[in-house]
């Protein structure tokens, strides 16, 4: 069966906190809710055995992972595409969007209490304020805050933030994990792409 090879993360050293499953995300609307999703965690396998082998650093580094975004359903895609209408912001298409595959997520450590550390930015924090303002026409702040969001962003007072973010870079890539340059908290499965895995609508399955 098909939902054999995706398998939903719960284990104590990772933390779902997915955040289209709550109204306080760049959209302002709890979509997974919506859509039946929920708060769930789900990868592909192929995926799952990759990060389950950061197990032992996180337990030598006293660390837990939060899980912020993994699967994405594509007709959650498709309602995050029409409340942002920005091009190149979300994939064109859910074909071309990994979580909707289920081989990427979005990440970020925490302390052993589930404190998340300092990042230069919040994971995909482009909260309702940003959201409205990027609706309204003026981009500045946004602008501002895709800057912060990438891999090449340095900035003299926040070396711990991108210490932080360099770590974690770093953990992800010992297991074979891809990163991507604009979003520091994002990670692939390498050929983790449409050619080798499907579109799946998994709502029901877990
Ligand atoms: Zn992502």
């Not at 959209?27 to 995926?47: M, P």
């Not at 450590?109 to 919040?122: I, M, N, R, W």
């Amino acid at each position: 069966m098909l939902e054999n090879e995706y398998i939903e993360i719960k284990h104590e050293r990772f933390i779902v906190d997915m955040m289209y499953a709550r109204a306080n995300n760049m959209l302002g609307q709890a979509i997974y809710q919506e859509i039946g999703w929920g708060n769930k965690a789900v990868v592909h396998k192929d995926l799952w055995q990759k990060l389950e082998n950061l197990v032992p650093e996180l337990v030598k580094n006293k660390m837990k992972m939060k899980i912020c975004d993994a699967y994405r359903p594509k007709i959650a895609h498709e309602m995050m595409k029409k409340l942002i209408p920005m091009k190149g912001f979300f994939a064109d298409n859910a074909e071309r969007s990994q979580h909707c595959l289920g081989t990427a997520v979005d990440v970020c450590l925490c302390d052993e209490y589930g404190q998340e550390l300092s990042y230069p930015t919040k994971v995909d924090a482009y909260d309702a304020v940003l959201s409205k303002q990027v609706l309204s026409g003026n981009i500045g702040a946004f602008t501002e805050h895709l800057k912060k969001a990438r891999h090449d962003y340095f900035a003299e007072g926040l070396k711990k933030e991108i210490e932080n973010r360099e770590f974690l870079k770093n953990l992800m890539e010992s297991v074979g994990l891809e990163s991507i340059q604009h979003e520091w908290w994002h990670y692939n499965l390498p050929n983790g792409k449409i050619d080798n895995y499907p579109i799946v609508d998994l709502r029901g399955k877990f």
